[in-house]
Every structure is written in structure tokens, then in C-alpha cells.
């Protein structure tokens, strides 16, 4: 299989001879197909067939289909051979070829006639040649141009790893990503939170998301009926461009604007130097090019324990001692709830507001810390708070975590600080861990919620609980949704955790900026084809699910879950690489490795 970079060239002439003619490349005008995958091959190539004809004859350059849309073994009543499966697929690539188009389905494939049956992603361009044929679970496969625009393809359960998901677009280019599904894709989240996989996605990368996913007229394991559907585009900015719910047999035809992928996140997740070198190294894999093997990394090991969170969605103001006196108040409070930890917002001692933040000096900072130590080690409960430190000239975004003795255990500076010219950029990740109470768990701060590398790696490396603090401003009734979609993609990486936002201030004296709330205590709990556990506010079996949610108000939230001792979610990481590894793919599999030791542990200390 040729390798990304030997493709970068022939991706790179018509984008330059675009802008050198119009100063943008041009619009793609695309279709989205969602089908009803029918029992027989027959069926579902006549259907392929003529929706693509429908496609071309609306000016589409690309026709997009779901997981399996050609033959799925699993609902199937027929068992074509491997020369007839061949037979069909020629048969679609030769209608690419007759419209100019090209044209990205699924299919089950067997090697062999008496072969087991795996799942493809499968592209021909628009002179009819098969350019992708990519196993899933196994293979990574490279990018493609469409009309100059780069795209890559992910069939359905592989957008959850890195590889598959981010990679291409952060290195490769990707201004389009193609996810194509075969059942809980765009509605696992119905029906708050639909599309919950990939309107974040968009945001982190700002590049379009497109998804297609067949309609079942069947129950699933959640009593749903119909199920599937939920096909789209989603542009950069998170908004949908064009949906559908559960119609069946039906198609989208939109225009994507490649100048609106500016790529921009991805860029600077990129670029970021803790990040850098690793990205570097899945590049050269995706181009063929694995590195050195690297030495293994054990996981970080955890007690199992049940740890109780108070998550306290604080309304901040502008006044440092009447912050830090709130503080004080809601650690007693927690105490009082029997919890293990407090987590306190983003910037919680000063309030959001850059005027606040430039204001706050180092002693009156100090001070500040000093109380919410004492109050810890009096009430015996770990605190997680948000606060600016000074350093020399240059400030950085923490949280301060604070054991129930009262001493700081660790102090996190945001890595992904977008306020230029307020914050510094942390470059420490190993600062993000600590233990609590024998649980490995991790910290995190604002916009780092868009990095989600962070949390990936973290529990490759052993982490069980996730924190995520955050201030953010408040948010029309759709952004909102999409922030709570952004938390939950964010910590859906950890068994147990809470995302705590500020609360809208707007009743204290002198109120900090405005903030929306919706702070979450989350869980990894259920999964496929497992009905909702007991004791969820909303069950996501897919993502991680919501326990307790907080509306705008100042409010606690308390929950408790058992925590450790491994994380299943590395577990299954694991164990796909070491499989890949048998199959002498070890390169991703010595990549991730090299993830799981830059983010590091407090035990590396």
C-alpha cells in the first residue's frame, strides 16, 4: 500500500494550482446515502448503483455509503463467493469511472470462499480505480483526493483510536473525514446529544465530519425502534451543515468549503512541542516508515476503591478573598457529603475576567492557597481548584490539586492555553497525575478538552479518574449541547470522572464573566449490546455516561463509584495493539507506546 507522503505531492499540485488561479480551492459538492442494507448482494449493488447515478446526475463528485452497504454477513441471506463479492465491487468502481465521481462504501469481504468474513472500507476514484481497501480493527489506511481535497476514511468502531480518527488530518492534510457506520453511529446520543462523536471531532480538528449510517427497522439492545440513521456533515465549527434522522433509503446533497477546514486546532495540536515528535512518528508510520521499536511501558497500577466526588459548579466574582471564602465554605460542605474530592472550576480564586487574572499578585495568590489548604487538611478532603501562578514575567492556567493533608500534590498548567498574551502554554504533562487515595488520576484544564491525545494516552498509561475543569462563557441552548458533548467525548477515555464548569454569576455582588454551567459526574459503565446499569442519569453505552448534571446555578454535585484497579478501556487498547503487533504490524502498537510514556505518571518521577 502506497504510502501517505509518496501521495502528499500528487495532493499538493491541484491545491497549489486552485489558489494560484482563485485564491480558495474550489467547493465539493458530495452526497451522503443512507440506506437500508438489504439481505442479498443483488439488492444492495442495484441500490449502490442507482444512487449513484442519482448522485451524479445532482453534481456530485463524491458518493458516500455506509459500513457494509454492499454486503453485510451478518444479516445476510445469500453467501456470494469471493469471486462474485470481487465481481460487484468491479461493478461500482466502473460506475465511478462512467460518472468521474468517486465513491467510499462498506463491505463484508472474505479472502477466501471458505474464509472468514471481515469488515472493508473500500474508495474508487473517478477513473474507476480501487484506491482503499482497508481491513477494519486491523489496518490504517492512507489518505485520498477528491477534486484536490484530501480526505481519509474510518469504518465505524475504528474512529475510536488515534491513528485512525486525528492522525491523517493533524499530518496528512485530511480537510474532509469520512466516518461510514453500520448502526449506533449518528443516533448513540439520541436524543439530547446526537451526533455526540462527531461534532466535537469537527471542533478539535476544523476539518468537516461526514457520517453515514444505514436505518434498522429492528430493536436494539436499548428497546430502540427504528435504530442507526443519523447520517451528516458536520462543518469545522462543530454546526451541522445537512442531517438526517431514520429515513430510509434517502440521500444528502450538499456543497463542503474546503476554506472553511482551515485545520486550524489541528495545527496546533501538531505543532505543540510535547506533541510534536509523536505526531511526527505516526507520520512516518502512516507513509510506511515505522521507527525503531520502543521499549515497553507498563501500566500504572491503582487500588480499587470507591472514591465520592463533590463537584462543585461555584459561581465565581471578581474579588479573590470572597472567592476563596466560597471555596472554603463548599470544602466543608463536601466534607459534610462524606466525599473524597472537590473540584473547584477553572480560575475559580480569580474569576475568568483578563483584568482579574492580570491583577492577581503572587501574594495575594499565596494567601489564597493557603486557606484552601487548610480548609482541606481540617476537613480532611482533597481539593481541586483553579488558579493562575505567576512565574517571573509569564503566568500559567493550573489546577492546583490538594491532598487531604493539606499539602499540594501536584500543580497543572494548561496545555492547550488559547489566551495569547495571558497564558503560557504548559509543557508538562507528568504534572497533570497524581494519586488519590491509591487511584490513578489525571487533571485537566479548559480547552484541553479539544486534545483529546491527552486523554487517550492517559489510560494507556494507567489512568482510572479523570478531572476536567473549565470556565466556559454562556452559551446559546446548541452550544451548550455541544459543550456537554465535548466533555463527555473528552472523559470518556477514564472508568469514573467529573467535568465542573463555573456557574452563571450573575447574582453576586460583582460578578467574574458570565458562565453556563453544565458540569457533569460521568462513568464508563455498560457498553455494546448491554442495557443501561442502574443509577445513570443518561446512559451513553458508547461514550461515557452522565451520573449527575448541573444546570446553570451554583450547585454541588456528589456521586460515588468504584475506581480501579485497571482501566478497561487501555485494557482493550492493549490488546488490539498487541494483536497488531502478531501480525508484524508493530508499529502502531511501539506508537502508542511511545503516547503512553510521553504523558507519562507520577511514578516516572
Not at 499540594?408 to 498574551?421: F, N
Not at 508538562?428 to 494516552?457: C, H, P, R, Y
Not at 451548550?480 to 465535548?486: G, S, T
Not at 502502531?588 to 503516547?595: A, L, V
Request: aromatic share 8%.
Amino acid at each position: 500500500m502506497r504510502g501517505v507522503l509518496g501521495l502528499l505531492p500528487a495532493l499538493a499540485m491541484p491545491w497549489a494550482a486552485a489558489l494560484a488561479g482563485q485564491g480558495q480551492p474550489p467547493k465539493l459538492k458530495l452526497a451522503v446515502v443512507q440506506t437500508v442494507i438489504a439481505p442479498t448482494l443483488a439488492e444492495n449493488r442495484a441500490k449502490l448503483l442507482r444512487f449513484m447515478d442519482e448522485s451524479a446526475a445532482a453534481g456530485c463528485r463524491l458518493a458516500i455509503f455506509p459500513e457494509a452497504a454492499l454486503w453485510w454477513s451478518d444479516i445476510a441471506a445469500d453467501k456470494p463467493t469471493k469471486a462474485i463479492l470481487d465481481a460487484a465491487m468491479v461493478d461500482v468502481g466502473r460506475r465511478a469511472g462512467r460518472h468521474g465521481m468517486h465513491v467510499v462504501f462498506g463491505t463484508s469481504y472474505r479472502r477466501t470462499d471458505s474464509g472468514a468474513c471481515h469488515n472493508r472500507g473500500v474508495v474508487y476514484d473517478a477513473d474507476g480505480k480501487r484506491v482503499i481497501f482497508y481491513r477494519k480493527n486491523a489496518e490504517v489506511p492512507r489518505t485520498f483526493a477528491v477534486c484536490g481535497v484530501p480526505c481519509n476514511l474510518v469504518v465505524c468502531s475504528d474512529r475510536g483510536y488515534l491513528e485512525h480518527s486525528d492522525l491523517p488530518c493533524l499530518v496528512a492534510g485530511s480537510k474532509v473525514i469520512i466516518d461510514i457506520s453500520g448502526g449506533h453511529g449518528g443516533d448513540d446520543g439520541r436524543p439530547d446529544l446526537r451526533w455526540i462523536r462527531y461534532r466535537p471531532w469537527a471542533r478539535r480538528t476544523d476539518a468537516y465530519v461526514v457520517v453515514s449510517n444505514p436505518v434498522h427497522a429492528t430493536v436494539d439492545f436499548m428497546g430502540h425502534r427504528p435504530w442507526g440513521g443519523g447520517s451528516a456533515i458536520v462543518q469545522p465549527d462543530g454546526s451541522l451543515l445537512a442531517s438526517r434522522l431514520y429515513e430510509k433509503d434517502t440521500m444528502i446533497v450538499a456543497e463542503v468549503d474546503p476554506a472553511k477546514a482551515t485545520r486550524r486546532e489541528a495545527e496546533r495540536r501538531r505543532n505543540h512541542p510535547l506533541f510534536k515528535g509523536f505526531w511526527g512518528m505516526g507520520e512516518r508510520r502512516l507513509a510506511g516508515r515505522p521507527g525503531g521499536p520502543v521499549a515497553e511501558v507498563k501500566p500504572l497500577s491503582s487500588a480499587r476503591r470507591k472514591i465520592r466526588i463533590a463537584a462543585v459548579q461555584m459561581a465565581c466574582s471578581r474579588d479573590i478573598q470572597a472567592n476563596t471564602a466560597r471555596i472554603v465554605r463548599f470544602i466543608a460542605k463536601a466534607a459534610e457529603a462524606q466525599a473524597d474530592i472537590a473540584v473547584f472550576p477553572e480560575l475559580a480564586v480569580t474569576g475568568f475576567r483578563r483584568d482579574d487574572v492580570l491583577a492577581a499578585s503572587e501574594a495575594a495568590l499565596a494567601a489564597a492557597l493557603k486557606s484552601i489548604q487548610d480548609a482541606a487538611r481540617t476537613e480532611k478532603v482533597y481539593a481541586i481548584v483553579g488558579m493562575p501562578r505567576i512565574l517571573g514575567t509569564d503566568r500559567s492556567n493550573c489546577a492546583v490539586v490538594i491532598g487531604d493533608d493539606g499539602t499540594v500534590r501536584t500543580r497543572y498548567a494548561q496545555i492547550a492555553a488559547k489566551r495569547a498574551g495571558l497564558f503560557r502554554p504548559g509543557r508538562n504533562l507528568k504534572a497533570m497525575w497524581f494519586d488519590l487515595k491509591g487511584v490513578q488520576s489525571i487533571v485537566t484544564v479548559g480547552d484541553d478538552a479539544d486534545w483529546v491525545e491527552i486523554a487517550d494516552l492517559a489510560a494507556n498509561r494507567g489512568m482510572c479518574l479523570h478531572f476536567h475543569i473549565s470556565y466556559r462563557p454562556a452559551a446559546s441552548a446548541d452550544a451548550a449541547v455541544m459543550n456537554k458533548q465535548r466533555d463527555l467525548l473528552f472523559l470518556r477515555y477514564a472508568q469514573y470522572g467529573a467535568a465542573v464548569n463555573a456557574a452563571d454569576p450573575t447574582g453576586l455582588a460583582h460578578p467574574s464573566a458570565p458562565a453556563g454551567g453544565g458540569s457533569l459526574i460521568v462513568c464508563r459503565e455498560g457498553g455494546h449490546n448491554k442495557r443501561a446499569p442502574a443509577g445513570l442519569q443518561y446512559y451513553l453505552p458508547y461514550q461515557t455516561s452522565v451520573v449527575q448534571f448541573a444546570a446553570t446555578g451554583e450547585d454541588m454535585l456528589c456521586a460515588a463509584k468504584q475506581a480501579g484497579p485497571t482501566n478497561s478501556m487501555d485494557l482493550r487498547r492493549y490488546w488490539r495493539n498487541r494483536n497488531r503487533k502478531a501480525r508484524q504490524q508493530s508499529g502502531w502498537y511501539d506508537w502508542i507506546q511511545r503516547g503512553a510514556r510521553l504523558v507519562g505518571g507520577r511514578a516516572d518521577e
